[in-house]
């Protein structure tokens, strides 16, 4: 038996393995979800008893609380600034039962999205949860959707993989890295080789400067891609540009067996590599052919025959990108949007391909829910009331509150959400926007669903496709006004741009309301359009990358500007 049928041989064991697993996760969603009500509130009850001995359970008296309606009388709602010093004296110092009673072996750090970075506790709970519903249960949906749609199970191959596990060890003996790499232990490594196309090396790795061509060459290599999974979908359709841009330099050194040699990795990795690729000019050849007719045909199925569902978050915001990239897999592959999950804990996850929506998760966290009006969004100092699982309405907004498993308490996640119906008992929600990314000069409110909506209308009625786009307030213009700027795929004729301006301005004003009733010559003026230069976006998430160290599966998009220097570095790039 060759090496590469041994690596077959193992994938398909590991794959059955993993997805009997996957369905039972599945099986015990459907199930709770039919008493979510019940199950959301022990778990409540379960965090409480467990963590009564715990510094912050002794101040506040967890040894009387009886169920959900004392804890909330007894808990204040809070905010990272609560945990803020207690988290420090735990990575610092190795300080233990402050927060929580369970152990803490890992410390998640942010992106700094709406700020700067922050460092939250994940404990074996916190990790369980996440692997299971944001990564294994995957498999389970996909068989299935393919099982009721086409009869047939979804092919056993690899998976392509956007992900860098890289995490630093802290003195205290716990480690520290993005959430997504917190489930990749060392004995998951050891199977991520049969099941991925991405060596461990790479993965593992923070000394990498071009993490895409990795990804590539290695996707490229192998037919038998059957899966592309990872965080945020932009990062696919960046790695898809590259690979469209950079195809004859990846199939010339696939065919001679190497790694390029300006690709900057260090040494020992090169060499660690190096020693297992072999000349593969049959694959070569290959994708040569397809890459020489052109890329408009579903290039992505066409180079890997196999492939059968791309896994990554793609729901609101970011459908934008998956309806381009379906452009490039065709629109056969399902796409799942995972699940709407963050740092500080996993919330809920998406039932089914295609959903656009996440069933609350009743196990992973205990919910409560703001409903979001003017007085909430205007005082965030507040202790507004809470409704619980069963008190939310249909059509409804609500800024998410939870209690994790890993010590935090009626937690403010900043999130919006709007309930648009019900799974059994669990509500289905929707993300809408953060509390902090809602922009107001004069007393207008305005969204990112707003913008995602006025973009999506200004390219239907343009037909320019926007490969993505963000804003900012200039209230230092006369009328203050909005300056929206956007990436084309090619580029806007000047004599279109006043067109496009005057299209951009009746969208704004159908996609909100508030803005409408604000907009005139005094108030609040017409929006600067800005066409920026190709593969702005891309730059952006790169250098963000480098100068913050983040990894690959942090890189989510702005659609916002909130500092100086991110409007200096777009403005920076109008394309002239």
Not at 85 to 101: F, H, S, V, Y
Not at 266 to 295: H, I, V, Y
Request: negative net charge.
């Amino acid at each position: 038996m060759t090496v590469m049928d041994e690596r077959a041989k193992i994938n398909a064991r590991l794959t059955k393995q993993l997805k009997e697993k996957s369905f039972k996760i599945l099986h015990r969603l459907d199930q709770e979800s039919e008493d979510a009500v019940n199950v959301n509130r022990s778990l409540l009850m379960r965090i409480v008893k467990d963590n009564k001995d715990t510094e912050f359970g002794r101040k506040h008296s967890f040894d009387k609380i009886t169920d959900p309606d004392s804890y909330r009388k007894k808990i204040p709602l809070s905010t990272y600034e609560d945990y803020e010093d207690i988290i420090r004296r735990m990575m610092e110092n190795g300080e233990k039962n402050l927060i929580t009673a369970y152990p803490v072996p890992y410390f998640a750090v942010t992106g700094g999205t709406t700020g700067a970075s922050k460092y939250l506790p994940v404990t074996e709970q916190g990790i369980q949860s996440f692997i299971e519903y944001a990564s294994s249960i995957n498999r389970a949906i996909i068989s299935e959707y393919y099982m009721n749609t086409k009869l047939t199970d979804e092919p056993d191959g690899y998976a392509l993989t956007l992900l860098n596990a890289f995490k630093k060890n802290l003195p205290n003996g716990s480690q520290v890295g993005c959430i997504s790499a917190s489930c990749i232990q060392d004995d998951v490594l050891d199977s991520l080789q049969y099941l991925r196309t991405t060596p461990r090396e790479a993965i593992c790795s923070e000394d990498i400067t071009n993490p895409k061509y990795l990804h590539a060459f290695y996707g490229l290599s192998e037919k038998n891609v059957t899966a592309i999974t990872g965080s945020y979908i932009p990062i696919l359709l960046d790695l898809v540009h590259y690979i469209l841009t950079e195809w004859p330099h990846l199939v010339e050194d696939i065919r001679k067996g190497r790694l390029n040699p300006a690709l900057q990795i260090p040494q020992w990795m090169r060499e660690s590599l190096q020693a297992k690729l072999k000349p593969n000019p049959e694959r070569a050849d290959e994708l040569e052919r397809e890459f020489s007719k052109g890329f408009e045909h579903a290039i992505l199925k066409r180079i890997w025959p196999k492939l059968s569902s791309v896994s990554m978050i793609w729901a609101g915001n970011f459908s934008s990108y998956a309806r381009k990239l379906q452009k490039y897999t065709g629109r056969s592959i399902p796409f799942y949007t995972t699940s709407y999950s963050s740092s500080e804990g996993t919330f809920a996850v998406a039932r089914h391909p295609h959903d656009q929506y996440y069933v609350m998760t009743p196990d992973t966290c205990f919910f409560e829910f703001i409903p979001v009006d003017d007085q909430t969004e205007q005082n965030q100092n507040c202790e507004p009331d809470t409704l619980l699982m069963d008190e939310v309405q249909e059509g409804r907004d609500y800024e998410l509150v939870i209690t994790n498993q890993s010590g935090l308490y009626r937690y403010r996640m900043g999130d919006v959400v709007r309930v648009i119906g019900f799974y059994n008992e669990s509500p289905m929600i929707t993300f809408q926007y953060r509390m902090k990314n809602v922009i107001s000069i004069v007393g207008e409110h305005f969204t990112e669903e707003h913008l995602f909506s006025a973009i999506k209308g200004f390219e239907r009625r343009t037909g320019i496709n926007i490969i993505d786009y963000c804003m900012y307030p200039d209230r230092d213009a006369t009328p203050v006004r909005y300056v929206v700027l956007v990436e084309p795929d090619e580029p806007v004729p000047q004599r279109r741009h006043e067109e496009c301006r005057a299209i951009l301005q009746q969208e704004l004003e159908r996609a909100s309301s508030s803005y409408s009733e604000f907009y005139g010559d005094t108030i609040l003026g017409m929006p600067k359009l800005v066409f920026l230069q190709g593969q702005t976006f891309q730059l952006y998430r790169e250098t963000k990358r480098y100068r913050n160290g983040l990894s690959v599966n942090q890189l989510k998009t702005v659609h916002f500007l909130s500092t100086p220097e991110m409007i200096r570095f777009f403005m920076g790039l109008e394309e002239k």
